[in-house]
């Protein structure tokens, strides 16, 4: 049995990998089945959790319907997903994609930086693209 964390994730095994399941059960005491190719988590007889396991993946393994709705708007807002802030950065500069590259990848959860590595990109509309650039290759 394995508590669902605050985040509405568990972490079913060594590997070090976690699985979202609905936030409305944060605190609930879980019973997770795995094996090297699905992550099942129940809630007593209830199956709540169905993930296809992903043993070589980064950390989180998350459903936009698990999300609580703030989450879920957070996710839907343009700009604020990985692909979109990093292509935004290599526009920017080699220096300032490879410090947002470090910035979202040097979380647990990565959602969590979105908000940090937008406000860095958002430095170049008050001291432009070139001095953005040499910032970040400094804090490299």
């Known amino acids: 049995m394995l508590t669902v ?29 795995y094996d090297s190719r699905v992550v099942e988590v129940y809630l007593i007889s209830d199956r709540i959790a169905l993930h296809v396991r992903k043993p070589h993946c980064k950390a989180y393994t998350t459903r936009v319907d ?9 996710h839907t807002i343009k700009g604020w997903n990985k692909d979109d802030l990093l292509g935004r950065a290599i526009i ?8 947002a590259t470090l910035m979202l990848e040097n979380s647990i959860y990565i959602e969590q930086n979105y908000k940090a590595c937008f406000g860095m990109l958002l430095l ?15 804090a490299l």
Do not use: F
């Open 124 to 138: 170049q509309k008050k001291y432009g693209t070139q001095l953005l650039e040499v910032a970040c290759s400094r």
């Open 92 to 99: 920017i500069g080699p220096c300032v994609l490879q410090a």
């Open 66 to 74: 698990h999300m609580p709705p703030h989450h879920q708007r957070m």
């Open 5 to 33: 964390q605050r985040n509405y994730h568990v972490q079913p095994s060594e590997d070090h990998l976690y699985y979202s399941v609905p936030y409305q059960h944060v605190g609930k005491k879980v019973k997770v089945l």
